[in-house]
Antibody
Framework: QVQLVESGGGVVQPGRSLRLSCAAS????????LHWVRQAPGKGLEWVAS????????FYADSVKGRFTISRDNSKNTLYLQMNSLRIEDTAVYSC???????????????WGQGTLVTVSS | QAGLTQPPSVSKGLRQTATLTCTGN????????AAWLQQHQDHPPKLLSY???NRPSGISERFSASRSRNTASLTITGLQPEDEADYYC???????????FGGGTKLTVL
């Protein structure tokens, strides 16, 4: 079955950097677009960034553009999120999500990881 | 980036029918449609429907979705206690080149 497992979260001071990873299994990793979505404590879902199946296209939310970088290593079945110049308002659980394909889940996030908590605090 | 609009809360009785709404514009919901996600406390979201009214394998027929112009709806029939959760809509916005979510609707089953 599809598994997405995030890691790399923790407590970091404002202005510092952190890199998140998402290890995938149970599907052909290189065939799917992947995304990072975050959820601040007690708040709703917020899309962060997306990468196409081959990494050739990237999209970012305005709130993280220029500070965060999404990337993927299809040889390692792993998705990354490099987060620089972190702000207090970046505090959230960060989850990776798979975008479904035309067979099922098209234009939707059809599989999610459990998430990793990032706390930005001085 | 502007999000989709959902009512913050809806309350319905056991075995009743709840209809949740999600309003966007012609660049998102009105373009490629919306998806619906269910999230229970401290759990990751679960996809309930995509492209307006397609259910992933394993999702109960009690959940059905539709769209009318720029508004998507999720109807849950025969409400059960386990349906009490937060429900989010999502869509790709072709004008913003960004994914947008609704703020979420907390469904309470009385």
């Amino acid at each position: 079955q599809v598994q997405l497992v995030e890691s790399g979260g923790g407590v970091v001071q404002p202005g510092r950097s952190l890199r998140l990873s998402c290890a995938a299994s149970g599907f052909t990793f290189s065939a799917y677009h992947l995304h990072w979505v975050r959820q601040a404590p007690g708040k709703g879902l917020e899309w962060v960034a997306s990468t196409s199946y081959d990494g050739s296209d990237e999209f970012y939310a305005d709130s993280v553009k220029g500070r965060f970088t999404i990337s993927r290593d299809n040889s390692k079945n792993t998705l990354y999120l490099q987060m620089n110049s972190l702000r207090i308002e970046d505090t959230a659980v960060y989850s990776c999500a798979r975008e479904g394909d035309d067979a099922a889940g098209a234009n939707a996030f059809d599989s999610w990881g459990q998430g990793t908590l990032v706390t930005v605090s001085s | 980036q502007a999000g989709l609009t959902q009512p913050p809360s809806v309350s319905k009785g056991l075995r009743q029918t709840a209809t949740l709404t999600c309003t966007g514009n012609s660049n998102n919901v009105g373009d490629q449609g919306a998806a619906w996600l269910q999230q229970h406390q401290d759990h990751p979201p679960k996809l309930l429907s995509y492209r307006n009214n397609n259910r992933p394998s394993g999702i109960s027929e009690r959940f059905s979705a539709s769209r009318s112009r720029n508004t998507a709806s999720l109807t849950i029939t025969g409400l059960q206690p386990e349906d009490e959760a937060d429900y989010y809509c999502s869509a790709w916005d072709s004008s913003l080149s960004a994914w947008v979510f609704g703020g979420g609707t907390k469904l309470t089953v009385l």
